[in-house]
């Protein structure tokens, strides 16, 4: 089963990165397809909901693909039967949720709310397949089962505006593309999710706690800020969305590079002079990145987002996150390696209380920008947390005691 497993962490960053880029410019086209279809109002709300889901699908998630990846990687003989119990804890919650989704649209919500909510399932299959294939090592899968969801989003999205103009056309349209990625996914990982024993599900939702607030408060303070904009200011969030997509784009390389590293930073590879080489590189990509969104956010907002309001000072605000997240992520590997996984999480609830309270008190006065300001101001603080952390693992320190 596992006899093709890529040792060889560059070609499994690079697959990563491309299936991530895919995903990122299927993204970027559905929110340039709403843009010029939708009004600010309804492209608001695309943007907010999608942020939303992205952080129910973090919560849904519940850290357990990183115990998934953990197992697989280890070889452990319950890992198949670890990956089913992920399975069945995610599709359950995301039934509550779905209900819970049809209970508002009947009071009155847009039916976007349940589009986002069933969006959720498939999700939840290319969460648990991804997490097996990454512990196998296996991203050129991993790749050809995002690259066939992404070429599909696009498309499906162009399909259902035929039919309607409405908010909930682009983020049926993403759901469809998940929903081809969860049945790629589903075969290629054949063999790695089984059912699970009587009680795995729960013992495995206590084990993944500490990584499940981690990945949760990490989404928070990456994504809220659409959904701030939207609730608590007089902005549509569309220009938020923008930025957020944008960064995120920039982002994937270096998120790409660190997740793919991970399975080997099990076995001592951040301790490697090879690795030090990579992490400089990716500080003077994330560096680049950061120059060129800077200096090119009018053109772009302009050329792909149909000039949306207010979009461009906030794509150079969130820019600037994007060599803080690369340290950010590496750090964080580096300590979760170690089983220094409360690091982690001190750094996340930090960031997240700064980005949710400020954003919050910045919001009313000063609209998107505000809100920007304090998700960045979230973002050095959780990599100052982890950058004054002590690097070596749990058994290292009590030996030196």
């Known amino acids: 089963m596992f006899a093709e497993r890529a040792a060889d962490p560059r070609s499994n960053a690079a697959a990563l990165l491309v299936g991530r880029i895919a995903g990122a410019m299927a993204t970027i086209f559905v929110f340039s397809i709403a843009s010029h279809r939708l009004d600010g109002a309804a492209f608001g709300l695309v943007a907010s909901t999608m942020a939303a889901g992205f952080l129910l699908n973090s919560l849904v998630t519940w850290g357990t693909d990183t115990v998934?990846?953990?197992?697989?990687?280890?070889?452990?003989?319950?890992?198949?039967?670890?990956?089913?119990?992920?399975?069945?804890?995610?599709l359950a919650a995301v039934a509550l949720l779905v209900a819970v989704a049809g209970v508002a649209v009947g009071t009155g919500l847009d039916i976007v709310v349940l589009v986002q909510a069933l969006a959720l399932i498939p999700q939840a299959v290319v969460t648990v397949g991804g997490a097996v294939l990454r512990g196998r090592e296996q991203m050129g899968r991993l790749l050809a089962a995002s690259?066939?969801?992404?070429?599909?989003?696009?498309v499906a999205t162009l399909v259902l505006f035929s039919f309607d103009e409405a908010a909930w056309v682009p983020v049926a349209g993403m759901a469809l593309g998940s929903l081809v990625t969860a049945a790629v996914i589903a075969s290629l990982a054949a063999g790695g999710i089984s059912p699970p024993a009587r009680g795995a599900a729960l013992a495995l939702g206590r084990e993944s706690a500490p990584f499940a607030a981690m990945v949760v408060l990490a989404a928070v303070g990456a994504q809220v800020g659409p959904v701030i904009v939207e609730l608590a200011s007089e902005e549509t969030a569309g220009g938020y969305g923008v930025a957020v997509r944008l960064s995120e784009a920039?982002?994937?390389l270096p998120a790409s590079a660190t997740a793919a590293f991970f399975p080997a930073m099990l076995a001592g590879l951040h301790h490697s002079d090879a690795y030090r080489r990579w992490m400089r590189l990716l500080v003077a990509y994330a560096v680049a990145a950061t120059a060129?969104?800077?200096?090119?956010a009018g053109p772009i907002n302009r050329l792909v987002f149909d000039s949306e309001v207010g979009a461009v000072p906030l794509i150079r605000i969130l820019a600037l996150g994007t060599v803080l997240t690369v340290l950010r992520l590496a750090r964080s590997f580096e300590l979760i390696a170690a089983g220094r996984e409360r690091a982690v999480l001190r750094s996340a609830v930090i960031g997240a209380v700064i980005t949710v309270v400020g954003g919050l008190g910045l919001a009313g006065a000063a609209g998107g920008q505000g809100v920007a300001w304090a998700q960045l101001a979230g973002l050095a603080a959780a990599t100052l947390s982890l950058a004054l952390e002590d690097p070596t693992d749990r058994a290292a320190r009590r030996s030196r005691v």
Do not use: K, M, N, W
């Open 147 to 154: 690259a066939s969801g992404s070429a599909v989003a696009p």
């Open 68 to 90: 998934v990846t953990r197992a697989v990687a280890a070889g452990r003989h319950d890992a198949a039967a670890t990956a089913g119990a992920s399975l069945g804890l995610q």
């Open 250 to 252: 920039a982002r994937l």
């Open 292 to 296: 060129l969104l800077v200096a090119l």
